[in-house]
C-alpha cells in the first residue's frame, strides 16, 4: 500500500469567523499577577464542534507520522509506539495529577518514577538518574553542569570539550552553553582517532562527549582505550544516549566506562515525537558523581517516597517539578513491558538496518566500514552526475509514501543519506523501500528534481521556514496585515 497525503487548504479556525473575546483569565487573576504581565481579551475561534474536527481531521491527512509508514529519519529513532503506552499514561490517576499536590498522595506516581531510575540504571549500568530533563539536548545540558561542579569540586576548572566531528549538533551547542570551550576531533575510518585523542586531551579537558554506536551506526571498538585516555587525564566520559536502541541488553554505556549518560526516552522507550512535542532526557552518571544530581532526589524511607532536597553538591533543578511525567509513564510502560526482552528490540533494530543496508548497497555508495548497528549512513555523491542531489532524492521518496532520511548529516559524509529503519519496520516495508529507491535511481531527472508531486504541499523553501518563523497566531496576523497594508500602499502609489 502506497500512502499519500490529502491536499486540502484548511484555514486558520479564527481565520473566516467573528472571534468571541475572552477576558475571564485576566479578571481572574487581577491582584495575583502584576498588571503588566496580563494579557488582555484572549481571541477565540467560534465554531461549532463539527467545523472544529474536520479542521483536524483534515490537517491529520496532510500529515505524515510514524502509523502511516517506514520513516527512517536516522538518529531520530522513529519508531512505531505500542498504543498501551498512550493509553496508560493518558488514564484519569496519571493525567489528573497536580504536580503541587501532597507528597502524601502522590506516593504510587513517585514509585514509578523511582522503579523507572532504578530500570534506566540497570540498562545503561550506572548508579543513579534524574528523570528531570526535559529533552536529550536537555540532558547534555544537565551533563556537562555534572562535569563542571565535579571539577570546581576538586578545585580544578577546566575549560574544554572534546567531541568527534561526527557528533550531533545539539553536543557542541551544550558544551557551550554551559560555557565550556569546544574541541572539534577529526575521525578516522568514521570512528575515534585515539592517538588524535590522546594529543588533544589535557589537564584543561573537562569531557568528552562520544556516542556508541556513533552517528555513522558504527561501534567504536576502541571505547574502553578511549575510556582510559579521557580517564588517566582527569576527564570525565559522556555518553549520549540517543542510539541506545542499538545495544540495549547487549551492552551498556557502564561497563564502556563512561561517567555521564543521557537517555532519550521519547526515541527508545515509546514517546511520540517529532512534532514538537513534550520529551524526556533522564541523565545517569556513575557512584562518584550522583551528588551533583538535580534536586529533589525521590528516596523511599520506611516504605514512604519522598523528595530530599538536601543535598549540598546538586547543581540545583533544571526543570519545573518532576520532568514531563507522562512521558516518564510511558517508558515505564514500555520497559515493563519488554523485560529482558529488550535485547530483542535491539536484535531486529540491528537486523533491519543491515538488511535495508545490504539491499541499498548497489544503488549507493556506502563510506566507512560494512557492518552497522541501527543505523547507517550513504552518500548521494552519484546523484550530483545526473544533475541532482540527495534533497532531490529524500523529496521524491515522499511521493512513494515514505518519509525522507536524514540528509547531509553526519556532516563528514558527501550528500549524506543517513537511514534508521527501527526494529518496529516488517521485510515487506523494507523490500518496498528498497524497490522504490532503486526505481526512483532510473526516474528522469526532472521528475526527481521537481518532486514531491503527491504530497501535501510541493517543495517548501526550508531556508525561509527556519529563519522567517510565524508561530503564533499573534505574528501570523502582524504578518498578514502588514503584507496587506504594503499591497494597498502600493495601489495608492
Ligand atoms: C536526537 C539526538 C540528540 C538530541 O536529542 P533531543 O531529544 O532531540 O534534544 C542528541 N544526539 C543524538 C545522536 C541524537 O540523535
Known sequence: MRYHQAVHEVPILLEGCAPIVDDRAGRESEGLLPSDLLRGGLELPDLPEREVVKHFINL????????????????CTMKYNPKICDEISSMDTVAHLHPLQDVSTIQGALAIMFELENMLCEIGGIDAVTLQPAAGAHGEFTGMQIARAYHESRGESRSEIVLPDTAHGTNPASAAMVGYDVLDLPSKDGCVDVEALKAAVSDDTA??????????????????????????AGALLYYDGANLNAIMGKTSPGRMD????????????????????????????????????????????????????????????????????????????????????????????????????QGLMDVFEMPYGKLRKHEFVLSGRALKKRGLRTMDFAKRLLDYGFHAPT???????????MIEPTETETKDNLDAFIAACKQIMSEDPEI??????????????????????????????????????????????
Not at 491529520?60 to 538518529?75: A, C, E, H, K, R
Open 60 to 75: 491529520s491527512q496532510m500529515n505524515f507520522g510514524v502509523d502511516n509508514g517506514l520513516y527512517p529519519l536516522g538518529s
Open 407 to 417: 540528509v547531509y548529516f553526519p556532516l563528514i559524509v558527501d550528500e549524506a543519506l
Open 207 to 232: 569531557a568528552f562527549m562520544l556516542t556508541n554506536p556513533n552517528t555513522l551506526g558504527l561501534f567504536e571498538k576502541e571505547v574502553v582505550e578511549i575510556a582510559d585516555i579521557v580517564h588517566e
Open 448 to 493: 526527481v528534481r521537481s518532486a514531491p508531486h503527491n504530497a501535501a504541499r510541493r517543495r517548501i523553501d526550508e531556508v525561509k521556514a527556519a529563519r522567517d518563523m510565524i508561530l503564533s497566531w499573534r505574528s501570523y496576523r502582524g504578518k498578514k496585515e502588514s503584507h496587506h497594508n504594503g499591497q494597498a500602499s502600493t495601489a495608492r502609489d
Open 258 to 357: 563512561f561517567d555521564i549518560v543521557h537517555f532519550n526516552l521519547h526515541k527508545t522507550f515509546a514517546t511520540p515525537h517529532g512534532g514538537g512535542g513534550p520529551g524526556a532526557g533522564p541523565v545517569g552518571v556513575k557512584q562518584h558523581l550522583e551528588g551533583f544530581l538535580p534536586v529533589p532526589r525521590i528516596v523511599c524511607r520506611n516504605d514512604m517516597y519522598e523528595l530530599d532536597y538536601d543535598r549540598p553538591e546538586s547543581i540545583g533543578k533544571v526543570k519545573a517539578f518532576y520532568g514531563n511525567f507522562a512521558v516518564l509513564v510511558r517508558a515505564y510502560a514500555y520497559i515493563k513491558m519488554y523485560g529482558r526482552d529488550l535485547q530483542h528490540v535491539s536484535e531486529q533494530a540491528v537486523l533491519n538496518s543491515n538488511y535495508l543496508k
